[in-house]
């Protein structure tokens, strides 16, 4: 409950600007590598940012659940770029950092690196995407002790943009 309600916490206090095209998906998908057997759901609210790096942008707050012998519940903050192939079709690439809500024999801390990189397209106010998710501590990077095999996940989401 504590992390649901941090999560709405985050979604509510991320500034407003004047054209929002905001968002709200659920994905679920599989696990592979290390995470095989295993399941994830996924609840995400986007919204809109100003351009980075001159690309169009967006904040994400997005809850997560696995199963498994690694099963754990993680919350994320993250921003976002948008590679758009047309107006309804892009590339999105999604990096920040998550709390999981416990360590596993595939990650060994409490904070770590959330990532995803997804094809999304809108058709009307919908929005689907399929994509790859990746949570890691960021071991091989930083030279930290302890296990990160990483979780990843290869999903589908559906979404509606308001």
């Known amino acids: 409950m504590r992390r649901l309600l941090l999560f709405a916490t985050i979604t509510f206090l991320l500034p407003t600007l004047p054209v929002s095209a905001d968002s709200l998906s659920y994905e679920t998908g599989?696990?592979?590598?290390?995470?095989?057997?295993?399941?994830?759901?996924?609840?995400?609210?986007?919204?809109?940012a100003n351009p980075l790096f001159g690309f169009g942008s967006y904040y994400e707050a997005a809850f997560a659940s696995w199963n498994g012998p690694n099963s754990a519940y993680?919350?994320?903050?993250?921003?976002?770029?948008?590679?758009?192939?047309?107006?309804d079709e892009y590339l999105s690439l999604t990096l920040g950092l998550s709390h999981i809500s416990r360590t596993t024999s595939?990650?060994?801390?409490?904070?770590?690196?959330?990532?995803?990189?997804?094809?999304?397209?809108?058709?009307?106010?919908?929005?689907f995407s399929v994509g790859w998710i990746h949570y890691s501590d960021g071991k091989f990077l930083f030279k930290w002790s302890g296990p990160n095999n990483g979780e990843n996940f290869?999903?589908?989401?559906?979404?509606l943009l308001f």
């Open 154 to 159: 290869a999903t589908i989401s559906i979404g």
């Open 74 to 87: 993680a919350i994320a903050v993250a921003r976002g770029i948008r590679l758009e192939r047309t107006a």
């Open 106 to 127: 595939n990650l060994g801390q409490p904070f770590e690196f959330y990532g995803r990189l997804a094809y999304e397209k809108h058709i009307g106010k919908a929005l």
């Open 30 to 48: 599989i696990g592979f590598s290390f995470s095989g057997g295993t399941t994830v759901n996924l609840l995400r609210y986007r919204h809109e």
